[in-house]
């Protein structure tokens, strides 16, 4: 038995689905949210930075209204091996990314979709799809159901209702990664003395190198107003075949390497977290995103940039739910396929093909094991001064027969990496 009929029924209070009622709202529709979390974001984990062009678009004015940690000025890489590590880092005032706790800025968008006038419901739990002739009519919460002209799925990247419902496959592990963090209290004065910012100014911070003990993706820090998020990301289909030991492990490898053990030095862990982050979109992407009485948004969909040196979640999330608003009524007179052909001629999704061979590139061991060594090799030879000192190109020369890398192979490499990232 129903018990109410909308417009809209949204499964998932992430950015995705806040955002799609945020805008169906605006537009006078009858939209119900329902999210299993305690909270609106509960459920939803990421590593920090979100990027700005998308929601200065869609909220403006959002600089003084969203719940922003720091602006992000300084971008850090870093490649590791042993104890040994090179960076590179760019800083500018001006910024193109903030950070922000995720839980806070799901509540903010809830309130403005809420003041919009959805209605969004927390620890509400959908278990099943309400099809009726294969087409999907609604949604069951426990014993009940909820009718809605337009089912829009936002459950984030551990899709377990569309798989189950038949709407979307059960992706490939080559294409999504477990993601583990933790976020240490430091306080804003220590943040800002140990890296080097000023009030509101934060830190993006990406490693590579060995201490994933050669399984793909790497680690990350973020600096948040009190506290840093640190984390590693590794390769499922890799993670299985090769990992030896708990995620957690890798993440102690990263936090005492010599480059961070003092930056993090008398912090206090107040909150871990683990989940499934898409790796590789295209792979991950159903084949339909839209169709009779559904459509599927945000990670759910796979419309998440991995460019190798960043990745773009949140921001892409909340796009794909300004188009589904944008492309609702036409769905609902029948066009079913017009979200997915949209969303697939959007910018959003030329960004996420253009960068489609970066995670197949990223896997290789060279670039973790070897090549980090390597470079490593070329500047200890450079600055390790007692005597004579070699010139850079006779650094290189030796540091490849050392570490037994053709120059060819290397220009190859460099090539490939140069191309897709």
């Not at 990223?362 to 001064?385: A, E, G, T, W």
Request: proline share 3%.
């Amino acid at each position: 038995m129903s018990v109410g009929k909308f417009d809209a029924a949204i499964v998932g209070g992430g950015p995705a689905g806040l955002s799609a009622a945020y805008f169906l709202a605006k537009k006078g529709y009858q939209v119900i949210l329902m999210e299993k979390g305690r909270v609106l974001g509960s459920k939803n984990v990421y590593g920090g930075k979100v990027y700005a062009s998308i929601f200065k678009e869609l909220f403006p004015g959002f600089e003084k209204e969203a719940p922003i940690h720091r602006w992000v000025t300084k971008e850090i890489f870093s490649i590791l091996s042993g104890d040994d590590s090179t960076t590179f880092s760019y800083n500018s005032k001006d910024s193109t990314a903030f950070t922000a706790n995720l839980t806070e800025l799901c509540s903010w968008l809830g309130k403005k979709a809420e003041e919009a006038g959805a209605n969004i419901f927390t620890e509400t739990k959908v278990t099943s799809v309400y099809k009726e002739n294969n087409k999907v009519k609604g949604v069951y919460v426990g014993g009940e159901r909820v009718d809605a002209d337009l089912v829009v799925i936002a459950e984030g990247a551990n899709r377990l209702l569309s798989e189950r419902s038949g709407i979307a496959p059960t992706p490939p592990l080559s294409s999504i990664a477990l993601g583990y963090k933790e976020s240490v209290k430091l306080g804003e004065k220590t943040i800002q003395e140990r890296f080097n910012l000023d009030d509101r100014e934060g830190a993006s911070w990406m490693f590579l190198g060995d201490f994933t003990n050669g399984i793909p993706d790497g680690g990350f820090l973020y600096t948040f107003k009190d506290y840093v998020s640190v984390g590693v990301v590794l390769s499922l289909s890799e993670a299985t075949n090769i990992a030896d030991s708990h995620i957690t492990l890798f993440l102690e490898n990263l936090r005492n390497h010599p480059l961070l053990k003092n930056l993090i030095k008398g912090g206090e862990t107040i909150e871990y977290a683990s989940h499934l982050t898409i790796v590789s979109p295209l792979e991950y992407m159903p084949g339909k995103l839209s169709g009779e009485g559904y459509a599927i948004i945000g990670d759910t969909a796979g419309l998440l940039g991995n460019m190798g040196y960043t990745f773009r979640g949140v921001d892409f999330a909340a796009y794909s739910g300004y188009v589904l608003a944008e492309t609702f009524e036409k769905m609902r007179n029948g066009e079913w396929e017009s979200y997915d052909k949209t969303m697939r001629n959007t910018w959003v999704f030329n960004e996420i093909k253009r960068f489609s061979k970066v995670h197949e590139i990223m896997k290789q061991r060279r670039l973790l094991n070897v090549y980090p060594m390597l470079l490593n090799d070329i500047m200890m030879s450079i600055f390790h001064i007692e005597k004579s000192v070699p010139k850079v190109g006779d650094a290189a020369l030796e540091a490849l027969k050392k570490r037994r890398v053709s120059p060819i192979s290397l220009l190859s490499d460099t090539i490939k990496i140069s191309r897709e990232i």
